[in-house]
């Protein structure tokens, strides 16, 4: 395979920041947080670089859907191998309604347009923790598909696939073009030196719009409350099993 590849960079709230839940309950603060791209989709991101490296496919096309600052991630993609990127522009209320099932048809879409062999996702966000867009992908474009992928070797039309599954792990072949998520142990993604990172901000990144794909963006789930989660009460020490025991009856636990 010598095609195309297609990269999903999500930008998410950092994962070292505490997220706060907005005083209205209708979602988390984000402004003025410290965003960063999805540790799964960098992931995915070095998956394809390394393809490339070894001249195993031709390009590298990193795409993120969201507002402005989502160039920001593209940029990221960019400096870490990408040889270009495509910003999806999604703002306003379709922005804080966009979900797996929406960004499945856009990236579906895009891998008709720019004629991808291969598009490789993180499995999932840390931000939703959906696990979906790979799979709702695949099924659009009705490709195979590899997900939670802990190992990937490319045999001509082929794709071999160590899955990473309840069980232990599980090995398959598909064929292409398709359709792979990323998993934790895929690999260990690179650190963008500063000359890539200087490199990277001479590199294209195309600007599109959903109604430009022929992406209806009308969401069919509506979030009704978020809330923290409770706080957890402090423990208390025992010092015999028959105080232990005591303790599980008083709280009616047997």
């Known amino acids: 395979m010598s095609g195309r590849v297609l990269v999903g960079v999500k930008r998410v709230i950092d994962y070292a920041v505490k997220i706060r839940v907005k005083p209205d309950n209708k ?5 003025g947080v410290k965003h960063s791209m999805n540790p799964f989709c960098e992931i995915a991101v070095e998956e394809a670089v390394k393809m490339k490296e070894k001249k195993l496919i031709k390009e590298v096309v990193a795409v993120s859907c969201g507002p402005q600052q989502a160039q920001e991630t593209i940029r990221t993609a960019l400096a870490m191998g990408a040889d270009r990127g495509i910003h999806v522009e999604v703002s306003g209320k379709d922005y804080e309604t966009l ?3 929406q960004v499945s048809k856009i990236m579906a879409a895009l891998a008709k347009k720019e004629e991808a062999q291969l598009i490789i996702l993180g499995k999932q966000a840390i931000d939703d923790d959906c696990n979906q867009t790979g799979q709702m992908t695949a099924a659009l474009l009705d490709w195979p598909q590899g997900t939670f992928a802990s190992e990937v070797s490319l045999e001509g039309d082929k794709i071999k696939v160590v899955r990473e599954v309840d069980g232990g792990l599980e090995t398959i072949k598909i064929n292409t073009p398709a359709v792979l998520t990323a998993d934790l142990r895929l690999n260990t993604p690179r ?21 430009d794909l022929g992406v209806d963006m009308t969401s069919r789930l509506e979030v009704l409350r978020v809330d923290e989660p409770p706080q957890r009460l402090a423990g208390v020490k025992v010092e015999t099993v028959d105080d232990l025991v005591g303790k599980l009856k008083e709280t009616g636990k047997i």
Request: glycine share 6%; aromatic share 4%; net charge positive.
């Open 191 to 211: 650190y963008a030196t500063l000359p890539n990172i200087m490199k990277a901000k001479k590199k294209k990144i195309a600007n599109v719009k959903p109604a």
């Open 27 to 31: 979602g988390v603060v984000t402004d």
């Open 99 to 101: 979900g797996p099932l």
